[in-house]
């Protein structure tokens, strides 16, 4: 073995637990804003008890409640994933600047259209699953206990 071989195999092991750990971290960041998601859906539904009592009494289905609360989870994850894409962009600018004049490395932070998919795909799954227990609650709540707790 040559050592230019052993330095390639050396980097490739860099760059291999680096990716691991980054993809550590990811995972738990996903993890986090799932649980996180859970926790701002049900502050909204005890903050909006009364209006889903009223519902109920009005003959509203649990269905049609629980959806409301889904697509309003889907709307703010919609929007908080155009508002970071838009951040993605004006921020992989000077970034990749700076890395192509640091190493040579050209498009190291890239934008491509299956990645945006993938992700907002990946978000929406969360939200989804994150929610469904605290919106689950909606069903199981009573319209008198409802309207009459304070």
Sequence with gaps: MDLSTTFKDISNNIIDGISIILIVFSIITLIVSGILIGI???INIMEYKHEIGIYKSLGISNNSIKSIFF???IMIIIRSFYIASIFIEIVSIPINKIVY????L????GE???IYLF???????ISLLSSYIPIRRISKMNIVDILRSE
């Design 40 to 42: 701002l859906t049900y």
């Design 71 to 73: 697509l309003e989870n």
């Design 101 to 104: 004049n640091m190493t040579g």
């Design 106 to 109: 050209s498009n190291v932070i």
């Design 112 to 114: 491509s259209i299956l």
């Design 119 to 125: 992700m907002i795909t990946i978000s929406i799954i």
